[in-house]
Nanobody
């Protein structure tokens, strides 16, 4: 079991920036694939970004070039730097820790943090 705690959500104007942080309580943080997902009202949860244990990253098409995922294996943190925010980025953002040694692992989830992009 991995406990994940997100922070940093809030209200921001279009074009602005926000940084989310996820703290993981585990002794083997560096082994997990860490990710951020989001879910807007009435929509399915979707991938935002992931970062593997060796630093490889993936991004959802809608956030490429605007969002950056960063992991710190010393502090057990994974951050999501969000720039050039748009109203359609409004959603609850969830941190995820997946086990690459388990096929199709859904992993562990945080409680979520709300991001609202509005003027």
């Amino acid at each position: 079991q991995v406990q994940l705690v997100e922070s940093g959500g809030g209200l921001v104007q279009p074009g602005g920036s926000l940084r989310l942080s996820c703290a993981a309580a585990t002794k083997i943080f560096s082994m997990y694939v860490m990710g951020w997902y989001r879910q807007a009202p009435g929509k399915q949860r979707e991938l935002v970004a992931t970062v593997s244990y060796n630093g490889g990253t993936t991004y959802g098409d809608s956030v490429k070039g605007r969002f950056t995922i960063i992991r710190d294996n010393v502090k057990n943190l994974v951050d999501l730097q969000m720039d050039s925010l748009r109203p359609e980025d409004t959603a609850v953002y969830y941190c995820n820790a997946a086990r690459p040694w388990i096929i199709d692992d859904s992993g562990f989830w945080g409680q979520g943090t709300q991001v609202t992009v509005s003027s």
